[in-house]
């Protein structure tokens, strides 16, 4: 809880003082995510599966600083819902993730109606699930980072006050969540670690409100 509270401090700190330069919005879209391997072990066998891309969403809000020259700065504050999937055997599970992110990215724009930036995106992941299968009743999560840090680079047009951009997202803090499964026959119970560290591709559309009077 901690950590949120300084997710929404920061996005608050970016934006205190800088009224007159300010411009603000609401933002949504879409992601097509994948994260990093699932381990499966019991006693007798160990499987790696390869993570397969699967579409989530974004709501939020997001704010735009404004710079000398060309630049600016946009802090966001951002709910996440991702999803990617696992198959093996002809058995499916999908993971799923609730995330409060803050990005904060530095941008530069072009000729009036377009837009370059990157930067950085800090989470905070409220809820990590892995999904039963054919052959595992229940899957209960034991343990997960809730803390991550990744980077973003993307473009963007605006039409006035609504606007849309693209932008690619890496994780760069490695982290995991490990999970245990019970057998539909009551056999050993089976370990599971999943490498949640991800890549998405973000598709994202917003409005602003205006610009506030200095």
Not at 101 to 118: N, Q, S, W
Not at 152 to 169: C, H, K, S, T, Y
């Amino acid at each position: 809880m901690k950590k949120l509270i300084l997710l929404v401090a920061l996005f608050a700190g970016m934006i205190h003082g800088h009224a007159q330069f300010l411009n603000w919005g609401v933002k949504g879209g879409i992601n097509y995510n994948s994260n990093g391997d699932l381990r499966a072990t019991d006693f007798s066998d160990f499987a790696k599966i390869g993570s397969g891309e699967e579409t989530g969403y974004h709501l939020g809000l997001l704010a735009e600083i404004k710079l000398p020259l060309f630049l600016y700065i946009r802090p966001e504050l951002i709910y996440t819902h991702t999803e990617s999937s696992y198959s093996s055997g002809g058995e499916r599970t999908r993971l799923k993730m609730d995330k409060i992110e803050a990005p904060v990215l530095l941008g530069f724009r072009v000729l009036r109606i377009g837009r370059f930036f990157f930067g950085p995106s800090f989470q905070y992941i409220v809820n990590t699930d892995l999904s039963p299968t054919e052959s595992l009743d229940e899957i209960r999560n034991l343990d997960s980072d809730d803390f991550t840090v990744s980077g973003q680079v993307g473009i963007g047009l605006n039409f006035g006050r609504f606007g849309a951009d693209v932008r690619w997202e890496s994780g760069f803090t490695e982290s995991e969540a490990d999970f245990i499964g019970d057998s539909i026959d009551g056999d050993n119970p089976v370990a599971l670690n999943v490498d949640t560290s991800h890549q998405q591709f973000i598709l994202s559309f917003y409005w602003k409100f205006g610009k506030s009077k200095k």
